[in-house]
Structure formats: C-alpha cells, structure tokens
C-alpha cells in the first residue's frame, strides 16, 4: 500500500499554506512535526479528502483519492485536533453513533465497540457521559472511533495537545500497539511524543518539507535547528 502527495500545494486568499509537498508513504508510523501555522492541519486534511489541493495530487495505490471515492473513505480513520461529540453521549453511545454514520452493521458496531473500548480502558466508563471524561479519556475516546472501520490509514492531529504527561504516556502506547500493517500519520509540535514511535520524520514550516529521514537519536536537536525560537514557548513539554 502507498499513500502519494505529488507537488501538493493549498493556497488560502494568496497564502500558501501547504507548499509544493510531495512525499510517498507506506505502512508504519510516520511523524509529522511543526510548529503550530505550520500547515499539518491543512495537510491533513487534505490527506482525508476534506478540502482539495489547489495544485498536485493526492493518490493511493497510484488512484487518485477523489477518483477511489468511498473505497478511499472506507480504509481512513480520522482524529482531528479538536473532534466533536455530545456532552450528554455516554462514551458507549458516541462509539455506536460513529459507527452507525461509518455505516457498520449494528452487531459488527457492538463488538468492534466493545473491543476498542476495552483495548484503550474505558470500557468501565462506558456508560458515563463524555462531558464527565478527562481529556485524555475523550482522546483516547477519539482513537478508538477511528479505529472502528479498522482502517488502513489513520490520520492523527496534535492528539496530545493539552494532556497531562501521564495521559500523553498512555496515548503513546495505544499508538505503538496498533497494527503495523497501517499508515499512521502523527501531526504533533511535542517531539517527545513521536521520538521513540516513529519510522521516520517529517519537518514542516510556512507550509513546505524542510526534513525527511529517520533521524531519531537526537530528535529534540533537529527540531530545534528549525523552531528553536518558537519552542521556547513549550518550556517543559519534552520531558515526561
């Protein structure tokens, strides 16, 4: 399987936000790092099929994504930075409404539901509303419904934003227990959150790829080498 951005770009009222990206990926856990107005967000969404490049090519498996339609929908799980849900949805009824709208047959939805739920421990407050959740409890909430059409691409926006280290612990590891045979798309600006996960890095900044490697031994330093003046606003987030 092969995810391809070729001379990708988006321009918003004469900004680029995303630049000329190009990049092929395969399964495994990719890290995509930047500052926040960097252009993941954007990028992402172009991935998923939510907003068109104004130039370049999206393609899987050497389809465009427009042209694979609902084939394409039906292998992505999406997490965005700030996803969704009824307050008053316990955690059950969430995963159930999410799969009803992925189009799951409703005995597929429960056991897949319950699955997930047990998989990321929130299977014990299943019943509760999500508004009495922990952010790090609806997070992981967010994972799980994306994994409910047991997708082969997942797309992860900035999913630790906000978490305490404990919870930013607990979402690493739900990460790296996932299966290997999917593309995983990490957007994050906290490096440590992807230094031990990753298959490889890319660096973005003002909407272009300024790195992409497997460099991961000093992972804090190449990231540093791009956005050490805005990183000193996240004084502490590197170490748990």
């Known amino acids: 399987m092969e995810l391809k951005l070729e001379h990708v770009s988006k321009q ?19 890290a995509l790092l930047g500052a ?6 954007t990028l992402m969404r172009m991935i998923c099929g939510l907003i068109r490049p104004t130039e370049g090519v999206i393609s899987i498996d050497q ?13 992505l799980g999406y997490l965005p930075q700030n996803f969704g849900y009824y307050p008053n949805f316990t ?12 189009g799951l047959p409703k005995i ?11 998989q990321f421990g929130l299977y014990t407050v299943r019943n509760k509303k999500m508004k009495t959740y922990s ?3 609806r997070q992981r909430a967010g994972i799980a419904q994306a994994l409910l059409n047991d997708p082969k691409i997942l797309v992860v926006d900035e999913p630790t934003a906000g978490l305490d280290p404990k919870e930013r612990v607990k979402f690493r590891q739900v990460i790296e227990h996932l299966e290997k045979d999917k593309i995983i798309i990490l957007s994050t600006h906290i490096v440590s959150d992807v230094e ?11 909407g272009k790829m300024v790195y992409c490697g497997t460099e991961r031994g000093d992972l804090e330093n190449l990231y540093m080498r791009y956005f050490g003046e805005e990183e000193e606003e996240y004084d502490g987030s590197y170490g748990d």
């Open 63 to 75: 389809v465009p994504i427009e042209k694979a339609g609902e084939g394409y929908r039906e292998i």
């Open 36 to 41: 926040n107005g960097a252009g993941k967000t």
């Open 135 to 137: 952010g790090g409890m």
């Open 12 to 30: 918003y009222k004469g900004t680029l936000a995303v630049d000329d990206f190009s990049i092929s990926l395969q399964p495994g856990i990719h």
């Open 196 to 206: 031990k996960l990753c298959d490889d890095v890319i660096i973005m900044k003002d």
């Open 91 to 102: 955690g059950w009824d969430f995963m159930m409404y999410l799969a009803a709208l992925k």
């Open 108 to 118: 597929t939805a429960q056991e897949k539901s319950e699955a997930l739920l047990h």
